[in-house]
């Protein structure tokens, strides 16, 4: 007579699996929250010690573009994959490209806002 309870290993497997998927769920949230807070600290670190003699609504525009579209281009990317906050240096080429179109994206709206010179 056989019974269909499982062995101690099979449930040692069991039980990591199902940590492995509380894990592979929370971790990407979590590297996202991670990504927002250091991107706004440090916008608001810059704001407090470089001098900006400008408008501070352009400053927290820009803040919030270059904060938003760095979130979106990463999600995008699949940056925020289990696999991919794992091995981070497997994505490194995808994480530069994230970051320079951003850039990219904030000087062509820098430029676009640009008011004309008076000749």
Avoid: C
């Amino acid at each position: 007579m056989q019974t269909n309870s499982p062995s101690p290993v099979s449930r040692k497997v069991q039980s990591r699996r199902a940590q492995f998927a509380i894990s592979s769920h929370v971790i990407p949230g979590l590297i996202a929250s991670i990504d927002s807070i250091v991107i706004l600290l440090s916008a608001l670190i810059s704001s407090t010690f470089v001098v900006y003699s400008g408008d501070a609504n352009y400053y927290a525009a820009a803040t919030a573009f270059v904060w938003l579209g760095t979130i979106l281009l990463m999600n995008f990317a699949g940056l925020y994959e289990f696999d991919a906050v794992t091995r981070p240096l497997i994505y490194a080429d995808k994480i530069v490209i994230v970051f320079a179109t951003t850039f990219l994206f904030l000087l062509a709206a820098a430029f676009s806002l640009k008011p004309a010179r008076a000749r």
